[in-house]
């Protein structure tokens, strides 16, 4: 039995403007975290078979 896949993403972001709104920064992070990924190569086929 394949177990669920799961993830969760969490995103923060800093926007700021400066000298009346002539200069503008920001400063974005986030973080990613998933669990029971299943993982492929090229080589892995609907039947698991390369057939290149």
Do not use: C, H
């Not at 993830?7 to 709104?21: H, T």
């Not at 400063?27 to 492929?40: F, G, I, L, T």
């Amino acid at each position: 039995m394949v177990k669920p896949q799961i993830s969760w993403l969490y995103a923060a972001g800093l926007f700021r403007n400066f000298a009346d709104n002539k200069y503008e920064t920001s400063v974005e992070v986030y973080y990613k975290d998933m669990r029971n990924q299943n993982s492929y190569s090229e080589k892995d086929g609907a039947t698991g078979r390369n057939f290149w």
